[in-house]
T-cell receptor, first 112, second 116 residues
């Protein structure tokens, strides 16, 4: 099973870019990398996903290395409201369908 | 869009009892997944249902079971509750099972289960 490894916590100054790394060294060729975040007491919120190419949307950018063994989520201008736990997720094919694997996530603290 | 609604929001049960948690999927979504999130940890995948059939399961014992109904609402049933079952249970719905983490994958706010 592909698994993800993330640092337990990170700090970022408000207005600066937050770069959150994720290792997924056992990912296979057809498995997407997804990023979600969870603010206290709420369900996880989708941010972005990608397979091979870098992706960008209104929330963030996703940079995936050429060998696909790691990726970085970039929040270009972090705000205090971006303080949350960020999860890097891989969906794994399994018998009868698939299963999803969350890691422990990175707790991002955005400071004024 | 009405989002994903879970009920109840909080629940206290006694060890050995059975519990049923409910999830109302976002309108138009035909896939639902359930997760268990212990305090301070990431969500753990329990299982997923697509068109009323289970099509993926995590490492949870058979006493964790589920149902998806024709209107795509869902239930999570846990028998013989143990103290370690205390957690936040999250439901997430999506439009199709093969791309479930596209934009249409929406999580509910969860049910906080405490087993005493």
């Amino acid at each position: 099973d592909a698994k993800t490894t993330q640092p337990p916590s990170m700090d970022c100054a408000e207005g600066r870019a937050a770069n959150l790394p994720c290792n997924h060294s056992t990912i296979s060729g057809n498995e997407y990398v997804y990023w979600y975040r969870q603010i206290h007491s709420q369900g996880p919120q989708y941010i972005i996903h990608g397979l091979k190419n870098n992706e960008t949307n209104e929330m963030a950018s996703l940079i995936i290395t050429e060998d696909r063994k790691s990726s970085t989520l970039i929040l270009p201008h972090a705000t205090l409201r971006d303080t949350a736990v960020y999860y890097c997720i891989v969906r794994v094919e399994a018998t009868g369908g698939f299963k999803t694997i969350f890691g422990a996530g990175t707790r991002l603290f955005v400071k004024a | 869009e009405t989002g994903v609604t879970q009920s109840p929001t909080h629940l206290i049960k006694t060890r050995g009892q059975q519990v049923t948690l409910r999830c109302s999927s976002q309108s138009g979504h035909n896939t639902v997944s359930w997760y268990q999130q212990a305090l301070g940890q990431g969500p753990q995948f329990i299982f997923q249902y697509y068109r009323e059939e289970e099509n993926g399961r995590g490492n949870f014992p058979p006493r964790f079971s589920g149902l998806q109904f024709p209107n795509y609402s869902s239930e999570l049933n846990v028998n013989a509750l143990e103290l370690d079952d205390s957690a936040l249970y999250l439901c997430a719905s999506s439009l199709a099972w093969d791309r479930v983490f596209d934009y249409g994958y929406t999580f509910g706010s969860g049910t906080r289960l405490t087993v005493v």
